[in-house]
């Protein structure tokens, strides 16, 4: 299983455009990118996935370089709501049932 | 609305005492679940893969003696914390493995989520 590496917290103000980087550098071939957001007291909620290039959906944007040995999960404007302890995570495209690793995660702070 | 029903979302117990947590797969079968466990401020942990039918996988240094795992149907996996004590305090979520779902692959549906104290 690949080991990701993220900043441990960031801190954001309201309205401002997040960034969070993760670092994969032994990703696989098969492997794809997703990204989960878990709010204190609650499982883990899936955000985002991708593969290669940009991923952009409703809530987030997923920026991968070529090299896909890092990936960066993008929000636009958040809000105070968007607290949350944001998670890499890389495994391979096998239908869900391969057991994935956490992380440390990065604790975002949105600041009013 | 949830994929995935745990039950209960607290518990409160005695030492020596056993508590079952349930994980309902509401939308689609499961025959594998898995189950971590979260330490405060800490990251998710798996402890075990929940297989339908057949005996559940451990990690490594999690003791499948304490922690029982039953998936005796294709919507339904419970973990038994056996004879708990205040070292096991600690947020258990499972989660259920998603079926693809176009260029969506590998991604899993987590339960609420139970906050066990044991006092």
């Not at chain 1, 890389?90 to 049932?97: K, L």
């Not at chain 2, 939308?27 to 898995?34: K, S, V």
């Amino acid at each position: 299983l690949a080991k990701t590496t993220q900043p441990i917290s960031m801190d954001s103000y309201e309205g401002q455009e997040v960034n969070i980087t993760c670092s994969h550098n032994n990703i696989a071939t098969n492997d794809y990118i997703t990204w989960y957001q878990q709010f204190p007291s609650q499982g883990p909620r899936f955000i985002i996935q991708g593969y290669k290039t940009k991923v952009t959906n409703e809530v987030a944007s997923l920026f991968i370089p070529a090299d896909r040995k890092s990936s960066t999960l993008s929000l636009p404007r958040v809000s105070l709501s968007d607290t949350a302890v944001y998670y890499c995570l890389v495994a391979m495209n096998s239908g869900g049932y391969q057991k994935v690793t956490f992380g440390t995660g990065t604790k975002l702070q949105v600041i009013p | 609305g949830a994929v995935v029903s745990q039950h209960p979302s607290r518990v409160i117990c005695k030492s020596g005492t056993s508590v079952k947590i349930e994980c309902r797969s509401l939308d689609f079968q499961a025959t594998t679940m898995f189950w971590y466990r979260q330490f405060p401020k800490q990251s998710l942990m798996l402890m075990a893969t929940s297989n339908e039918g057949s005996k559940a996988t451990y990690e490594q240094g999690v003791e499948k003696d304490k922690f029982l795992i039953n998936h005796a149907s294709l919507t339904l996996s419970t973990l038994t914390v056996t004879s708990a004590h205040p070292e096991d305090s600690s947020f258990y979520i499972c989660s259920v493995p998603g079926l693809p779902r176009g260029l969506v692959k590998n991604i899993q549906y987590f339960g609420a989520g139970t906050r066990l104290s044991v006092l």
